[in-house]
């Protein structure tokens, strides 16, 4: 009879969020990882037949997290308004993390439109950041998208250095400006 497996699925999984939240998945291989879980490469992969494979069941892991973490920070009233800052306080916070599930090109990702538009259908809020009646909704989220992603991408790479009222502010008079051009462009 085989030996019982010490090293379990969730532990591997843990284990390598954690290295790639630390110090980025590019640098996460199975002597790194099988390091960490203080074990030798095979425990990992009789449970992955590679790192590929690995790599998926961690972008999952990741996506939920992020998900959580999106959960708690918004704010029903100002969904637009409170899921932009919380995306640029996820890239600041969790860098590693950001640039794996939102500057990959290998990877499928959720637009921010996409996450908007899920936040707003499960919770069955309605955006109170954009004017009652408003029919290019979707035009705001994607300008704010395009913004607060240019916005988190610097910060997840260290290109500019944000306090968290100049975030709110960008925040703010974006929505504002995005809104006002979108209700001129109807006139």
Excluded at 114 to 129: H, P, Q, R, V, Y
Excluded at 137 to 157: C, D, N, P, T
Aim: hydrophobic content about 40%.
């Amino acid at each position: 009879m085989p030996p019982k497996q010490k090293v379990r699925k969730i532990d591997i999984v843990e284990a390598v969020f954690m290295l790639a939240k630390k110090d980025g998945f590019e640098r996460v291989n199975a002597r790194s990882l099988a390091t960490e879980l203080g074990c030798s490469t095979q425990p990992i992969f009789s449970v992955f037949r590679n790192m590929n494979e690995l790599k998926d069941v961690l972008y999952l892991y990741a996506s939920d997290y992020f998900d959580e973490y999106l959960r708690k920070q918004v704010d029903k009233e100002n969904v637009l308004f409170s899921l932009g800052r919380a995306y640029i306080q996820f890239a600041k916070k969790e860098r590693h993390l950001f640039q794996m599930l939102f500057l990959r090109n290998e990877v499928t990702q959720n637009s921010f439109l996409e996450i908007c538009e899920e936040f707003l259908e499960k919770s069955g809020t309605k955006n109170a950041d954009v004017p009652e009646g408003q029919t290019d909704e979707q035009k705001i989220y994607l300008r704010a998208w395009i913004y607060f992603h240019g916005i988190a991408a610097m910060v997840s790479v260290n290109d500019i250095e944000l306090y968290d009222e100049e975030i709110e502010n960008l925040i703010g008079e974006a929505i504002l400006s995005f809104t006002m051009l979108i209700g001129q462009q109807k006139k």
